[in-house]
């Protein structure tokens, strides 16, 4: 998971994008980059950090240009640690091409074999961002050879064969030197992308490409749509702007996750809107409250703020039951999910909530998180409820239990870390402290997120281990679980 944005303007567009940045930052916050063009040069900043940390004002003014793109990063390939893995990624040729990418490819084992061996190309990091760039590198070379000239047409033939070399989840960002700005969807749609334009008086259209709708939003822009899984859009300097279908067989799976958890309340996604969607999930997880927890046994609904909150409010609503908020949080602590290693996370989770006496003492608590991976933080909680005067706890979880990898661009690499796999509700709710663990069922989830759409299915591969994409195999699981422990 991470935040992208690309911007064609008639003005310099360096501030537009560390706003939209900051929009994002919820989407990562192991390092950023902001990459621009002036003309056919190319002007790049990245670092560390979250957004208001890696940029000063000498940064921010070499950044010249009308045309540029940002990233914030979430690492779930590579080292979160190591400053050259922070995005965008430049090669030289063919123009020079600026990359920028969320998700996770699936076959980076064969993409490296063939880029070494066939493409004869260097890759400098573990990061599969440049793996990315690069075939579309090669592909597009094999494009325009011969030709110094780029029409639309060779654009779109390129992300036709990426689409053909590359599995996994992607939605990308590239500038390309002197001639326009590029987005495309992988053939599932897995990772999100929406288009927006804005009218520039006599000048022209203006265009954004981005993550989440919230950022078109904040900027004035008009949500145009979402691009279509398998699409690619191309924006030239000019502001022209033309799209194709690349892909053989496209087909919207969007994940799961993003409604559940990564997405900002505010945002629309593939026309759902995630509040409404988390209002939703609270409604079914009531109807499961209902046939598991006696009543009698819940003095007060809690959420933890901020994801579980809407979920959380539905849940008391329906049941008739008081909603409190009896944890406070500290906004200056970044997202405990996100965040790089088990110790970060343990040790930021009381940094990051306080529980407050007055409305845990004597009572029975039900708690409802969005939903529980490690089990860190909800193992923090129980003990916080605990310790300020709970009488009873029950944990809830408005998705279902967590028992498989994600692999297209959440870091839930392996089973071992995962609280659910391989143990039953009971076990879980020992494991946590708590007095009893429900969760919501997945169709209950499915049909929260999908209500009044016409999507068919969802990425729902961490909760049940079938992979939309087909091509994750348990020796691929094993070979990541394997090199995330070496």
Known sequence: MCGIVGIVSTEPVNQQIYDSLLLLQHRGQDSTGIATADGAQFHIHKGRGQVREAFRTRDMRALLGTMGLGHVRYATKG?????????PFYVNAPYGIILIHN?????????????????RRHMNSASDTEM??????????????????????????AVRNVHERVEGSYAAIAMIAGHGLLAFRDPYGIRPLVLGRRTAGLVGDEWIVASESLVLENGDYEIVREIAPGEAVFVTMQGEMYSRQCAANPRLVPCSFEYV???????????????????????????????????????VVMPIPDSSRPAAMQVARKLGVEYREGFYKNRYVGRTFIMPGQAQRKKSVRQKLNAMGSEFKGKNILIVDDSIVRGTTSKEIVEMARAAGANKVTFTSAAPPVRFPHVYGINMPTRAELIAHG????????????????????????????????????????????????????????????TQLS
């Open 103 to 119: 998700g996770n490819l699936t076959n980076t084992r064969e993409l490296a074999d063939d880029l070494f061996h066939k493409d």
């Open 132 to 157: 990315l760039l690069n075939v579309l590198a090669t592909e597009l070379q094999g494009e325009v050879s011969g030709s110094l000239d780029l029409d639309p047409d060779q654009v779109f033939n």
């Open 423 to 482: 143990r039953k509700i009971p076990e879980i709710a020992a494991e946590l402290g708590a007095d009893h663990m429900i969760y919501q069922e997945v169709e209950d989830l499915q049909a929260a997120i999908t209500e009044g759409t016409s999507i068919e299915q969802l990425d729902l591969s961490c909760f049940t281990g079938e992979y939309v994409t087909g091509t994750v195999t348990e020796e691929y699981l094993d070979w990541v679980e394997r």
């Open 79 to 87: 080292d979160a640690a190591n400053e050259r893995e922070a995005q």
């Open 261 to 299: 958890y990564l997405a900002r309340p505010d945002s629309i996604m593939n026309g759902i809107s995630v509040y409404e969607a988390r209002l939703r999930m609270g409604d079914r997880l009531a109807d499961t409250v209902a046939r598991y927890a006696p009543l009698g046994d819940i003095d």
